[in-house]
C-alpha cells in the first residue's frame, strides 16, 4: 500500500508525483471503457485526493511528458521510456514497409499538418489487423504509432489522432539506444519492470508478464536467477504462501518500514481501477488478501458473479468490498448502484470509511451528487 501511494502519508499531491510514479511502475494500463472515467483516471485518483477526472491529459497531450504506448496491453508510460520498446517496434516497421506507398503519404501529410486521424483519409480497403479485418487507413496510423513512427497525438473521445513521432519526443529520446542489448537482457528488463509495475511478484504465469514480447516460462526462469545473482531482486517469504515472493532490492528499506507501523493506514476507503497495477496478479491477490477479483465487462450477463462494471474497495490494508457505480452526466450524480462486503466485513468503522471514500469519488468524478441506491 505504502508503495503504491494507496496510504494518507506517501499519497501523491500534483502532477510531478503522478509522473514520477508512472516512472516507477513503468506504465500504468489503458481501457477506453468509460463508466465512471477510464482506466488510468481510476488509478490515478485511488492514489491522489487532488485528481479528478481528466487530469492526466495535459500530462498526455500538453507537456508529453507521457505518452500512449503498448506495453502491458494498452499502456501509459513516460516518454523518458521511449527507447524501451525498441524491440515491440520491430514487427511493425516490418509491416510499413510492406506498405510504404501509404506510409509515406502518410508522413508527408503529416509533416505538413499537426495531427490526423484515419477518416482524414480514403483508404477504405479490408487489411489483416491484430483484432480483425480493419481499414487500411485505420490500420497504416495505428501501425506508424507501434512503429515509433507516429504517436498518439490528442484524442477525441476514443478516436485518436495521430502526429510524427520525432515532432512530439524530445530528441534526448528519441534517439536514445534500449536499456537492453541482447535477448538476455531484454527479458531482464522485462521482469524487472513487471516486478516494479505490482511491486512485489512472484516467478509463475501471470498477465502481469503480458507485453514482454517472447516471454516463456524457460526464459522468465533465466531472468530471475540472472535478477537475484546481480542482487538486483531480492526473494521473501510471506506466511502461508509456498512460493517465495520477489521485490526490487531498492524497494527492501520500504518494506521494511512499512513492517514496523500499524497496518490501518488510510483515513477513507480508496476505490480501486479493475486494471490496477497492483491488480495485475489476480491469482496473487487472492493469496495475499483473499480478494478473487474477475472484471466482468467482457464476461456475458448470464455468467456474472457480480455486475458489469465493479470495482474492489480498498481499506486500510485490507479488500473489503466490491462496488458497481455510474455516472449521470445529465445530473452530475454518482450513481452507486450495488455493494458487496467482504465476508466478515461488518462494522460502522468500515461503512463511514466507504462512505468517505465514495464522497472522494463523487469529487474526483467532477459530479455534484452521489445517489445511493444500495445500503452497506
Given at each position: 500500500?505504502?508503495?503504491?501511494?494507496?496510504?494518507?502519508?506517501?499519497?501523491?499531491?500534483?502532477?510531478?508525483?503522478?509522473?514520477d510514479?508512472?516512472?516507477?511502475?513503468?506504465?500504468?494500463?489503458?481501457?477506453?471503457?468509460?463508466?465512471?472515467?477510464?482506466?488510468?483516471?481510476?488509478?490515478?485518483?485511488?492514489?491522489?485526493?487532488?485528481?479528478?477526472?481528466?487530469?492526466?491529459?495535459?500530462?498526455?497531450?500538453?507537456?508529453?511528458?507521457?505518452?500512449?504506448?503498448?506495453?502491458?496491453?494498452?499502456?501509459?508510460?513516460?516518454?523518458?521510456d521511449?527507447?524501451?520498446?525498441?524491440?515491440f517496434?520491430?514487427?511493425?516497421?516490418?509491416?510499413?514497409?510492406?506498405?510504404?506507398?501509404?506510409?509515406d503519404?502518410?508522413?508527408?501529410?503529416?509533416?505538413?499538418?499537426?495531427?490526423?486521424?484515419?477518416?482524414?483519409?480514403?483508404?477504405?480497403?479490408?487489411v489483416?489487423?491484430?483484432?480483425?479485418?480493419?481499414?487500411?487507413?485505420k490500420?497504416?496510423?495505428?501501425?506508424?504509432?507501434?512503429?515509433?513512427?507516429?504517436?498518439?497525438?490528442?484524442?477525441?473521445?476514443?478516436?485518436?489522432?495521430?502526429?510524427l513521432?520525432?515532432?512530439?519526443?524530445?530528441?534526448?529520446?528519441?534517439?536514445?539506444a534500449?536499456?537492453?542489448?541482447?535477448?538476455?537482457?531484454?527479458?531482464?528488463?522485462g521482469?524487472?519492470?513487471?516486478?516494479?509495475?505490482?511491486?512485489?511478484?512472484?516467478?509463475?504465469?501471470?498477465?502481469?508478464?503480458?507485453?514482454?514480447?517472447?516471454?516463456?516460462?524457460?526464459?522468465?526462469?533465466?531472468?530471475?536467477?540472472?535478477?537475484?545473482?546481480?542482487?538486483?531482486?531480492?526473494?521473501?517469504?510471506?506466511?502461508?504462501?509456498?512460493?517465495?515472493?520477489?521485490?526490487a532490492?531498492?524497494?527492501?528499506?520500504?518494506?521494511?518500514?512499512?513492517?514496523?507501523?500499524?497496518?490501518?493506514?488510510?483515513?477513507?476507503?480508496?476505490?480501486?481501477?479493475?486494471?490496477?497495477?497492483?491488480?495485475?496478479?489476480?491469482?496473487?491477490?487472492?493469496?495475499?488478501?483473499?480478494?478473487?477479483?474477475?472484471?466482468?465487462?467482457?464476461?456475458?450477463?448470464?455468467?456474472?458473479?457480480?455486475?458489469?462494471?465493479?470495482?474492489?474497495?480498498?481499506?486500510?490494508?485490507?479488500?473489503?468490498?466490491?462496488?458497481?457505480?455510474?455516472?449521470?452526466?445529465?445530473s452530475?450524480?454518482?450513481?452507486?448502484?450495488?455493494?458487496?462486503?467482504?465476508?466478515?466485513?461488518?462494522?460502522?468503522?468500515?461503512?463511514?470509511?466507504?462512505?468517505?471514500?465514495?464522497?472522494?469519488?463523487?469529487?474526483?468524478?467532477?459530479?455534484?451528487?452521489?445517489?445511493?441506491?444500495?445500503?452497506i
Amino acid at each position: 500500500m505504502r508503495y503504491h501511494h494507496l496510504c494518507d502519508d506517501t499519497a501523491m499531491q500534483n502532477g510531478e508525483d503522478i509522473v514520477d510514479y508512472i516512472r516507477k511502475v513503468g506504465c500504468i494500463q489503458y481501457d477506453p471503457l468509460d463508466v465512471v472515467g477510464r482506466n488510468p483516471d481510476l488509478v490515478l485518483q485511488a492514489r491522489c485526493s487532488s485528481y479528478r477526472k481528466g487530469d492526466i491529459e495535459p500530462l498526455l497531450y500538453g507537456d508529453r511528458v507521457l505518452f500512449d504506448v503498448w506495453d502491458k496491453n494498452m499502456s501509459i508510460s513516460t516518454v523518458a521510456d521511449w527507447s524501451c520498446f525498441e524491440r515491440f517496434r520491430r514487427r511493425f516497421l516490418d509491416w510499413c514497409r510492406g506498405h510504404q506507398e501509404v506510409i509515406d503519404e502518410f508522413t508527408e501529410y503529416l509533416q505538413q499538418h499537426d495531427s490526423a486521424c484515419s477518416s482524414d483519409f480514403a483508404h477504405d480497403a479490408k487489411v489483416d489487423w491484430h483484432y480483425g479485418p480493419q481499414r487500411l487507413a485505420k490500420a497504416a496510423l495505428e501501425a506508424m504509432c507501434y512503429a515509433g513512427l507516429a504517436v498518439v497525438h490528442h484524442k477525441k473521445g476514443t478516436r485518436r489522432y495521430y502526429a510524427l513521432a520525432e515532432k512530439c519526443i524530445p530528441e534526448q529520446y528519441f534517439s536514445m539506444a534500449p536499456p537492453y542489448r541482447t535477448d538476455e537482457e531484454y527479458y531482464k528488463w522485462g521482469v524487472l519492470r513487471r516486478v516494479n509495475a505490482v511491486g512485489l511478484l512472484w516467478n509463475k504465469p501471470s498477465d502481469a508478464w503480458l507485453g514482454i514480447n517472447g516471454l516463456r516460462s524457460a526464459e522468465r526462469n533465466q531472468a530471475f536467477q540472472a535478477l537475484l545473482e546481480e542482487e538486483a531482486i531480492a526473494s521473501i517469504t510471506v506466511d502461508g504462501i509456498k512460493q517465495p515472493l520477489y521485490i526490487a532490492a531498492e524497494n527492501l528499506d520500504l518494506l521494511q518500514a512499512a513492517a514496523a507501523l500499524a497496518p490501518d493506514i488510510t483515513s477513507c476507503a480508496r476505490i480501486l481501477a479493475p486494471l490496477d497495477n497492483l491488480l495485475w496478479d489476480r491469482k496473487l491477490i487472492a493469496e495475499l488478501f483473499g480478494f478473487e477479483y474477475k472484471w466482468e465487462v467482457y464476461t456475458p450477463v448470464s455468467q456474472r458473479k457480480y455486475g458489469y462494471y465493479v470495482l474492489p474497495v480498498l481499506c486500510g490494508s485490507e479488500l473489503v468490498a466490491r462496488l458497481e457505480m455510474e455516472t449521470d452526466p445529465k445530473s452530475k450524480t454518482l450513481l452507486v448502484k450495488r455493494i458487496w462486503l467482504q465476508d466478515g466485513v461488518a462494522s460502522a468503522e468500515v461503512a463511514d470509511r466507504i462512505l468517505a471514500g465514495i464522497a472522494r469519488f463523487q469529487e474526483y468524478n467532477r459530479c455534484d451528487f452521489t445517489e445511493m441506491r444500495c445500503s452497506i
